[in-house]
Nanobody
Framework: EVQLVESGGGLVQAGGSLRLSCAAS????????IAWFRQAPGMEREGVSS????????YYADSVKGRFSISSDNAKNTVYLQMNNLKPEDTAVYYC???????????????WGQGTQVTVSS
């Protein structure tokens, strides 16, 4: 059974940083792509960043390029999202997602975590 557990969310002031973690289990980590999505109240869920574990290919939404960085620790089956220079508009619930056959920032992911709240105050 695929399990994805997010952690690292919290409250931070604008300009601050947070690092989110997505701990994965129940599948062959190297065969998958892992993505981060976010959903703010009243808004559609949007793809933030993704990484293909086997070759390290990454994608970023334009809104986070230059501020967010995705990485993986294959020994720990964990993907990180380092978020710097956070803005109030980054406030959302952040979810990680996994799929064996899909990568990128679209809605093609089959497995999802429960989410972690990120709140950026102005």
């Amino acid at each position: 059974e695929v399990q994805l557990v997010e952690s690292g969310g919290g409250l931070v002031q604008a300009g601050g940083s947070l690092r989110l973690s997505c701990a994965a289990s129940g599948f062959t980590f190297d065969d998958y792509a892992i993505a981060w999505f976010r959903q703010a109240p009243g808004m559609e869920r949007e793809g933030v960043s993704s990484i293909s574990i086997d070759d390290g290919t990454t994608y970023y939404a334009d809104s986070v390029k230059g501020r967010f960085s995705i990485s993986s620790d294959n020994a720990k089956n964990t993907v990180y999202l380092q978020m710097n220079n956070l803005k109030p508009e980054d406030t959302a619930v952040y979810y990680c997602a996994a799929d064996r056959f899909y990568s990128g920032l679209g809605p093609g992911y089959d497995d999802w975590g429960q989410g972690t709240q990120v709140t950026v105050s102005s």
